[in-house]
C-alpha cells in the first residue's frame, strides 16, 4: 500500500505560481512513476505532469508545457508540481497518483494509489 498525501494548493490570480506537494509514505519502494492528474467541476479528470521516479524523465500535457514543472525529492518520497503563469482554466483539484501499470500515462485507470486531492482556484 502507498498513501498519498497533496498539499499546496490555494487561490491565486492569473499570471500567479504555486508549488503542489504530494507525499508518499508506505511502500514507497513500489513507486515507478509518478503524476499529476486535475479535475474541474463537470470535467473529466486529466493528465498534467508525470515523472519516472528511477529515471526522472519529466513527461508534460501540452495544456501544460513551458508553465508547469514537476520534480522530485527520492529522499523524501515526495514530487513536486511547480505552476507558474497560471490561468483561469488551470481551476481544479489537483491529484497525484502512483504504481503505474502500463498503457497510457494519461489514463486514470493505470494507476493504482491515489492522494485526496488539493484545490486550485486561479482567478481573473
Known amino acids: 500500500q502507498v498513501q498519498l498525501v497533496e498539499s499546496g494548493g490555494g487561490s491565486v490570480q492569473a499570471g500567479g505560481s504555486l508549488r503542489l506537494s504530494c507525499a508518499a509514505s508506505g511502500n514507497t519502494n513500489s513507486r515507478n512513476y509518478m503524476a499529476w492528474f486535475r479535475q474541474a467541476p463537470g470535467k473529466e479528470r486529466e493528465g498534467v505532469a508525470g515523472?519516472?521516479?528511477?529515471?526522472?524523465?519529466?513527461y508534460y500535457a501540452d495544456s501544460v508545457k513551458g508553465r508547469f514543472t514537476i520534480s522530485q525529492d527520492n529522499a523524501k518520497n515526495t514530487v513536486y508540481l511547480q505552476m507558474n503563469s497560471l490561468k483561469p482554466e488551470d481551476t481544479a483539484m489537483y491529484y497525484c497518483?502512483?504504481?503505474?501499470?502500463?498503457?497510457?500515462?494519461?489514463?486514470?485507470?493505470?494507476?493504482?494509489?491515489w492522494g485526496q486531492g488539493t484545490q486550485v482556484t486561479v482567478s481573473s
Open positions: 497518483a502512483t504504481n503505474y501499470v502500463g498503457g497510457g500515462l494519461w489514463d486514470t485507470r493505470r494507476y493504482k494509489y
Open positions: 515523472i519516472y521516479t528511477g529515471t526522472a524523465n519529466p
